[in-house]
């Protein structure tokens, strides 16, 4: 696959300045799952729990955002686990083999996996990745 995009960790003590920029796709992700709460999301990656992860095109001066994606290192009793909490973007072919640099930096904080909370349909693009638990719901009415 080939990436035409590289991946951005954003400063967690800059992430201030950038937020305003992505915080509704965040949101659009957290709504299209329903997985998580965005305030929660949103409350954590501004104090620094979590990170914000961006996928950038350069053409020239010019810099687009392609996607954004959140991460938190989760203590666990087996270990810890980056778990990508939410994940938007447009044009996938050109930013999704950059996992690999979040895997990596997984790797690097001593994380025992990468969990994605999101739909279905990601575990048919994404190499090396298993569905290893379902999250069933019941409505009460």
């Known amino acids: 696959m080939r990436c035409s995009a590289e991946l951005a960790c954003v400063d967690p003590g800059q992430v201030g300045l ?5 915080a509704a796709r965040v949101r659009r992700a957290v709504l299209r799952t329903g997985l998580s709460a965005f305030a929660d999301i949103e409350r954590d990656v501004l ?7 961006l996928a950038l095109s350069r053409d020239g001066d010019t810099v687009a955002i392609l996607s954004v994606a959140t991460t938190r290192i989760e203590v666990t009793e087996t270990g810890k686990i980056c778990v990508i909490v939410a ?8 930013w999704l083999p950059l996992i690999g640099g979040i895997e990596t930096y997984a790797r690097a904080e001593g994380c025992r996996s990468v969990r994605i909370f999101g739909r279905k349909g990601w575990q048919r693009v994404l190499d090396g990745y298993a569905q290893t638990h379902v999250i069933m719901e019941k409505e009460m009415r």
């Open 47 to 53: 104090a620094g729990r979590a990170l914000l992860w």
């Open 87 to 94: 994940c938007q973007g447009r044009d996938r072919r050109r």
């Open 18 to 22: 950038i937020w305003p920029q992505v």
